[in-house]
């Protein structure tokens, strides 16, 4: 698939996000890499033969307070290359994307692996 094309998907999800949640959305930068370099494998506890989708780097909004404020954006990272090695079927990729675009939106709302994957976001 396309850079392009990919980069649709992640927006495609990324649009479908009801406004009252996509309001927050202000302040974060939405990136796609190609994958994950050994730095954010290590960092996220990914052992080998695992495989990294997404990441969020940034302070969940749960956690800030009245103070937080002149601060550079939060980040979701998503990495094409992982994605597509998982999911060659172009429906079970599109459908995975934003299974993984909004399991990392959770994190920035203040959700724990463990609440992310009860939903069925795991």
């Known amino acids: 698939m396309t850079s392009r094309r990919f980069a649709r998907l992640v927006f495609k999800a990324l649009s479908d996000i009801p406004p009252p949640f996509r309001e927050h959305l202000t302040n974060v930068d939405v990136v796609i890499r190609r994958r994950p370099d050994r730095r954010d494998l290590r960092l996220h506890g990914i052992k080998r033969g695992e495989r990294l989708y997404g990441m969020y780097d940034g302070v969940?909004?749960?956690?800030?307070?009245?103070?937080?404020?002149?601060?550079?954006?939060?980040?979701?990272?998503?990495?094409k290359e992982p994605l597509e090695a998982d999911f060659p079927?172009?429906?079970?990729?599109?459908?995975?994307?934003?299974?993984?675009?909004?399991?990392?939106?959770?994190?920035?709302?203040?959700m724990s692996e463990q609440a992310v994957e009860e939903l069925g976001m795991g």
Do not use: Q, W
């Open 89 to 110: 079927d172009e429906t079970e990729l599109m459908a995975e994307v934003r299974k993984t675009v909004l399991h990392e939106i959770a994190h920035f709302f203040g």
């Open 60 to 79: 969940p909004l749960t956690e800030r307070g009245g103070n937080y404020t002149l601060v550079p954006p939060d980040r979701i990272t998503i990495f």
